[in-house]
């Protein structure tokens, strides 16, 4: 079973539109983190942000938000008049911490297009 | 400058000939994973060691080795390289320590893009 979902595949928006990136995720440990990283068109990964289950605060980062609700397992990621420079690949991500070892678990990636 | 540095970048190579990607890391980091990237799969983990000779498989281990006999670095290996593993692959380093190692933030390598025919 996929542990973290990303289920929009791909989406396409005008530029200053709102949009926002789903994520869903799976785990039975009471200590966890999540991310989201962006990958833009040139290939490399740039970490946005990080979240331990602790803390269900959202938070704003200029025009990035994150929503994060334990009650559904979701952590989405709003981004605010959206940019062309915002056009990439955006992963979600899940770390669970454990004594023996801690995965890293990612989701599919959504594809995000913003059209001038 | 803090980075992970991966080499090859690009390599093209045939079946049953072996190779190793090489991964260093400056940060003085205690965890080191590798993942693999494929179009509709995102980024899958291969291994990961939370410190020298401690290494553990990830979700996709089959086919490949690594050895962690330094810190700084955490070489992919890949033995007897099979057409299916054509794919792009990241290292990344982790700086958080304790019960919570290998929770932080990802320090991603640029990617190695390796072909097998």
């Known amino acids: 079973a996929q542990k ?39 290939g ?13 605060q959202n938070e704003i980062s200029g025009r990035y938000s994150w929503n994060f609700q334990k009650s559904t397992s979701s ?18 991500a899940l770390s669970e911490a454990s004594n023996t070892g801690n995965q890293f678990y990612f989701g599919t990636g959504t594809s995000l297009t913003v059209i001038p | 400058e803090a980075q992970v540095t991966q080499n090859p970048r690009y390599l093209i190579t045939v ?11 400056n ?16 980024l899958r983990q291969i291994y990961y060691s939370m410190n020298v000779e401690v290494t553990d ?4 281990p089959e086919g490949y080795k690594v050895s ?32 919570a190692l290998g929770t932080g933030e990802l320090f991603f390598g640029e990617g190695s893009r390796l072909t097998v025919l």
Request: charged share 25%.
């Open chain 2, 68 to 99: 962690r006999k330094e810190k700084r670095n955490f070489p992919l290996i890949l033995e007897s390289p099979s057409p299916n593993q054509t794919s792009l692959y990241f290292c990344a380093s982790s700086s958080t320590s304790g019960r």
């Open chain 1, 4 to 42: 973290v979902t990303q289920a929009q595949t791909e989406i396409s928006v005008v530029e200053k539109e709102d949009v926002t990136l789903d994520c869903v995720y799976e785990t039975r440990d009471t200590t966890y983190y999540l991310f989201w990283y962006k990958q833009p068109p040139s």
């Open chain 1, 44 to 56: 490399e990964l740039v970490f946005l942000i990080r979240r331990n289950s602790f803390d269900e």
């Open chain 1, 75 to 92: 952590f989405n990621f709003t981004i605010t008049a959206s940019q062309v420079v915002d056009s990439a690949v955006y992963f979600c």
């Open chain 2, 15 to 25: 079946t049953g000939k072996k190779l190793t990607v090489t991964c260093s890391q």
């Open chain 2, 27 to 42: 940060m003085n980091h205690e965890y080191m994973s590798w993942y693999r990237q494929d179009p509709g799969l995102g």
């Open chain 2, 57 to 60: 498989k990830g979700d996709v």
